[in-house]
């Protein structure tokens, strides 16, 4: 299948089987309170299933996906102040929009009341689109491309809770 793009049903048809082998792997070594119960959350998780597979088909992504999950680990954050900070994380996701324009996404499974799209930095206070941008950059140009630029970055809610 690689290079093939599925459409939006034949994407959760095949993510929805992977969803239901796995909820009877777990089902096995950590047996549910009841039947009830276990069926509820698969509910939950297909719902938000259905959600991601939808924000992958609308359009919100401009590029393809290059990396998932992808760790740094110590890259330094020069500060004003002549002192560096050692980084270290994993980003969820860079995509490729060309030769050498990214974007770089954080998947978040909770609320996005306190997110503002637009808010930026919030103040200093959510620093981490800004700190993922930086390490991609730096993983990008260690990795041969000449001038990487991350021309968006931001937070994904792909999830009920997020789109609430």
Do not use: C, H
Not at 51 to 69: S, V
Request: hydrophobic share 35%; glycine share 8%; proline share 4%.
């Amino acid at each position: 299948m690689k290079g093939k793009v599925l459409d939006k049903a034949k994407q959760l048809e095949m993510i929805l089987e992977i969803l239901e082998k796995k909820a009877d792997d777990w089902k096995k070594k950590v047996p549910p309170p009841s039947e009830v119960v276990l069926n509820s959350e698969i509910e939950l998780l297909k719902n938000d299933l259905n959600i991601f597979i939808t924000l992958q088909n609308i359009g919100l992504f401009k590029g393809k996906i290059r990396y998932t999950e992808k760790e740094f680990n110590k890259i330094n954050l020069q500060l004003e102040s002549e002192r560096k900070i050692m980084l270290k994380g994993k980003i969820d996701r860079i995509d490729e929009v060309s030769k050498e324009n990214y974007e770089v996404w954080d998947y978040k499974t909770g609320s996005a009341g306190k997110y503002k799209e637009g808010d930026g930095l919030v103040g200093g206070t959510q620093l981490q689109p800004f700190i993922y941008s930086y390490a991609a950059q730096i993983i990008l140009k260690e990795e041969g491309v000449e001038k990487p630029k991350v021309s968006r970055s931001g937070y994904i809610f792909p999830t009920e809770k997020g789109v609430k």
